[in-house]
């Protein structure tokens, strides 16, 4: 069994993890981290005890992340946005097509090179 750090404010979805069990080749135990991350350090002793994390973190974070990680597996969940046909009616007043999110597989992120600077 796989442990898998799970860094995301949402819960996966039964689609997802059945899918990552398939490319990690083993079942999963996820640990979950539904915080708000700061800064990469905050997940470094939660993935001492992870065979992987699976993140949804802005890029910076990413890249902060993957240098932590070390030889362990950072991945990214894939999904397309899919139009349901409804309309939904927003706080505003304003209304909206309804979407809903695919998921379509997970991907490992292998580099990543991020520089910025304020402006």
Sequence with gaps: ?????????????????????????????????????????????????????????????LAELLDIAGQKPVLLASSVREVTGRTILLPDGRRENEVRFVHCGWRQLLCLTFKARPV
Excluded: N
Aim: glycine share 4%; proline share 8%.
């Design 1 to 61: 069994m796989k442990q898998v750090l799970w860094v995301s404010r949402h819960e996966m979805t039964p689609q997802q993890l059945a899918d990552l069990e398939r490319a990690l080749g083993d079942s999963v135990e996820l640990r979950p981290w539904p915080d708000t991350v700061r800064f990469a350090g905050e997940l470094a002793a939660p993935l001492k005890t992870a065979d992987a994390v699976a993140a949804v973190l802005p890029v910076d974070l």
